[in-house]
């Protein structure tokens, strides 16, 4: 496995060519035997854009998966990636994905608003399914289609998987051991300029916090557990932007979010996300320094260095030791665009995943409650949960 973190950032990355990542991401899953025999899972992957660049290249090189087609209602851009990394068949629909090659995992790519509606032709065709996030539209239809998942014996999985970093385990074993004390706060944020490939960011159903802010609430309720409640100020900052694929666009969802999480016990968090936040590292994980997750107790503060998607280490000061000292500086094997390729790893062997689809459930709730905390200006309790703590 390689110790060193996955130095790319995620849009560039995408740009970069798939055999160079390929190299990178190649060893990211867990190593077996060249002699064990290998259960390949039949993988079909649909959507075929940015985010598909740092995807093919962990899957296709994933001892566990074998990727049969690809599918783009852009229908160039499937044939392209098939082209690139060889993989046989490719489609102009989900339509005739399903009628396709047959396969037995779904891993959706696709923009944001179409999770849901494919997610669940899959689970109804008899697909697993790793999904981007968000899983769903609302946490009616996502517990949906977890009920028709576990009806049918298939499993669902949603991105992103920031508890599965050593950094996360780090913070959660600090936390369970009580270097911190009694936790009050904590503080996370994620921003940049905003994409600028593809409309659906800033469309209904888009918005600075199923694309960003997702990241620090499933790292921040896997810390410190469920939310209880949630409130919310939203703003649209830049009210028109222009775009690759529709030119000019008016911004119809958030592009600057401020969340107030209470996890009950006392301990409050608070999330920041945006589309507009200067950044000169941008999508470039390798170059930030800050930390963007701080926690505080009365006897210990910890903060994380660089993204909780690609995170660098963990600072840490307990009244013990009150100079702040870095830990957990090694990726370990884990880039966050593995997601899938572990599902596939635990549908042919077994293995337990810390990412589950309660836990995005949960995500997914709270930033609908954001939503109408902002439109009503009152605090939303929030209904769902999940098992924790994560067991790192
Ligand atoms: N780009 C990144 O760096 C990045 C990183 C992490 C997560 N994500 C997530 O990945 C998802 C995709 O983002 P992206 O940046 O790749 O967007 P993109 O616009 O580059 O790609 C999306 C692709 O899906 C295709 N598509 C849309 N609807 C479809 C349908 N019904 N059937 C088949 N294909 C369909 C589009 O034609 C497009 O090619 C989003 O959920 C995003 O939040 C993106």
């Excluded at 740092?54 to 082209?83: G, H, M, W």
Aim: aromatic share 6%.
């Amino acid at each position: 496995m390689p110790t060193q973190l996955h130095r790319v950032s995620r849009r560039s990355f995408g740009k970069a060519s798939v055999i160079a990542g390929a190299v990178a991401v190649a060893n990211s899953t867990q190593a077996v035997s060249d002699d064990a025999p290998r259960k390949r899972i039949r993988t079909g992957v649909i959507g075929c854009g940015s985010v598909s660049n740092s995807y093919l290249p962990s899957l296709t090189n994933c001892p566990f998966v074998e990727v049969v087609s690809l599918c783009d209602i852009k229908p160039d851009r499937a044939r392209r990636q098939a082209e690139k990394c060889r993989v046989a068949n490719h489609y102009p629909n989900v339509d005739a994905m399903l009628q396709g090659v047959p396969f037995d995992f779904l891993v959706n790519l696709t923009d944001m608003q179409e999770h849901e509606g494919l997610n669940r032709r899959a689970l109804e065709a008899g697909k697993h399914v790793w999904s981007e996030k968000p899983i769903a539209n609302s946490l009616a239809a996502g517990q949906k289609l977890l009920e028709t998942a576990n009806a049918k014996k298939l499993r669902l999985w949603g991105a992103p998987i920031t508890v599965v970093s050593p950094q996360f385990a780090f913070m959660a074993r600090q936390l369970a051991a009580g270097k911190l004390g009694r936790v009050a706060a904590a503080h996370a944020h994620y921003g940049h300029e905003g994409p600028n490939w593809s409309a659906f960011f800033y469309e209904k159903g888009g918005g600075s916090m199923p694309d960003l802010a997702v990241y620090n609430i499933t790292s921040l309720t896997g810390l410190l557990g469920p939310a209880k409640r949630v409130a919310a100020m939203l703003s649209i900052v830049t009210p028109e932007r222009t775009v690759e694929d529709k030119g000019r666009i008016r911004v119809a969802e958030e592009d600057n979010a401020m969340l107030l999480l209470d996890h009950g016990g006392g301990v409050i968090s608070h999330v920041q996300s945006g589309f507009n936040y200067f950044n000169p590292h941008g999508h470039d994980g390798s170059g930030e320094e800050r930390h963007t997750i701080a926690i505080v107790g009365s006897t210990g503060y910890m903060g994380l260095v660089g993204y909780d998607w690609a995170p660098r280490g963990v600072d840490l000061a307990t009244v013990q030791e009150p100079k702040l000292a870095r830990h957990a500086t090694e990726a370990q094997g884990y880039v966050w665009q593995q997601g899938a390729a572990l599902a596939a790893e635990s549908l042919a062997t077994g293995s337990k995943l810390l990412v589950t689809p309660e836990h995005a459930l949960h995500v997914l709730e709270i930033i609908t409650a954001a939503r109408e905390s902002a439109a009503t200006g009152r605090r939303v309790e929030v209904k769902s949960s999940f098992a924790w703590p994560i067991a790192v």
